[in-house]
């Protein structure tokens, strides 16, 4: 089995600066894209980054020039560092991750969110 967890959420001040880490866990052959969405109340979940295997990343117009992502491969982590964060940064953050679990002797692909962390951005 595969587990995706997301966390480092919190209240941030505008300005300010918060990074997320995204740890992927268990039976992992290989892990190809994994990125980061978020969702704000009353809207739909949108896009934040999304880094590939070959280590680039696509960023949403909204955030490009002040968030970024890193990617440690030995931990399987993914992280959302989140400069300058304004108040319409606020929504729920989930990682998601597309990775091929070995498992009874097969590879499967497959897509896996995490549970998703509250991320508050006011002064």
């Known amino acids: 089995q595969v587990q995706l967890v997301d966390s480092g959420g919190g209240l941030v001040q505008p300005g300010g600066s918060l990074r997320l880490p995204c740890t992927a866990s268990?039976?992992?052959?290989?892990?190809?894209?994994m990125g980061w969405y978020r969702q704000a109340p009353g809207k739909q979940r949108e896009l934040v980054a999304v880094?590939?295997?070959?280590?680039?990343?696509t960023y949403a117009d909204s955030v490009k020039g002040r968030f970024t992502t890193s990617r440690e491969n030995g931990k399987n982590t993914l992280y959302l560092q989140m400069n300058t964060p304004k108040p319409e940064d606020t929504a729920v953050y989930y990682c998601n991750a597309d990775i091929w679990a070995a498992d009874w002797g097969r590879i499967t692909p497959d897509s896996y969110w995490g549970q998703g962390t509250q991320v508050t951005v006011s002064s």
């Open positions: 268990g039976s992992i052959f290989s892990i190809n894209a």
């Open positions: 880094m590939s295997s070959g280590d680039t990343t």
